[in-house]
């Protein structure tokens, strides 16, 4: 019966005893290396494409996986930097955000790489996929969506909310949500204001909701709690975030 769960891609397993399938799953001809979760004995789920923050993938992207994947969902972590590429601190972590941040093209083909090898991953409902994103990795959130993709929804949680090519709103198809820390310094408020103009230009479904209090990284515990950094975790933001997006991905699919 494990067979109908294997991926084309004839990934590395890893089964946890608590009813979910793991497993890494190496793509782009071996070049990358995602992580892959999803409840036991259930067939054609809906997706989740998840990209992480500037850590790449770590426990943090693995729990929130989880997290998602406790509901009822398949999902799979996209490895946006490249296999072994894996930021051993916070200053190796900036330069290699930093890098796709300033090279949008090369950060949306390796986003668009990710939901492919999603979509062709057995057991995956192929017209019920949703995209979210985690600081670094909800600017990609909506990068993706900025390619056309036909996903439901591209969700970013303290992501970075620019419009550096205004032009590629038209493509926008999906829903549109930002979970952004109303006080959060990392993202300024011309960009905001642009970000909004692009949206409303398109006529785009979409909706930033503030967290009062909030800065980066509210929904990463490892950021602690002292907001003066710029970056903390706040549980109420965290939670009310969460329960958001449980919820409105109940009603997509």
Request: glycine share 8%; with cysteine; net charge positive.
């Amino acid at each position: 019966m494990v067979a109908i769960f294997l991926s084309i891609l004839i990934p590395i397993f890893s089964f946890s005893n608590e009813g979910f399938i793991e497993k890494t799953i190496p793509y782009g001809q071996n070049k990358f290396e995602g992580y892959y979760i999803r409840p036991l004995n259930k067939l054609a789920l809906p997706g989740i494409l998840m990209v992480h923050n500037w850590m790449g993938i770590t426990d943090e992207t693995k729990a929130q996986a989880k997290r998602y994947a406790e509901l009822g969902y398949a999902v799979f972590a996209a490895d946006i930097y490249g296999k072994g590429i894996r930021p051993k601190n916070t200053k190796e972590a900036a330069e290699l955000a930093t890098k796709y941040k300033t090279d949008r093209k090369l950060f949306r083909k390796n986003l668009k790489l990710a939901l492919t090898t999603l979509e062709k991953t057995n057991g995956i409902s192929k017209n019920r996929i949703a995209v979210l994103g985690y600081c670094f990795g909800g600017t990609g959130a909506i990068e993706l969506a900025r390619t056309g993709s036909s996903a439901k929804a591209f969700i970013s949680f303290h992501g970075g909310l620019d419009s550096p090519e205004p032009k590629l709103g038209k493509n926008i198809k999906g829903k549109v949500v930002a979970h952004h820390g109303a006080i959060d310094p990392f993202v300024k408020a011309d960009d905001l204001k642009a970000f909004e103009a692009e949206m409303k230009t398109n006529k785009i479904d979409y909706k930033i909701i503030p967290y009062e209090g909030a800065v980066h990284s509210f929904t990463e515990k490892a950021a602690g709690d002292d907001i003066s950094k710029g970056a903390a975790y706040n549980e109420k933001a965290d939670l009310q975030s969460f329960q958001y997006t449980k919820d409105l991905l109940s009603e997509l699919f």
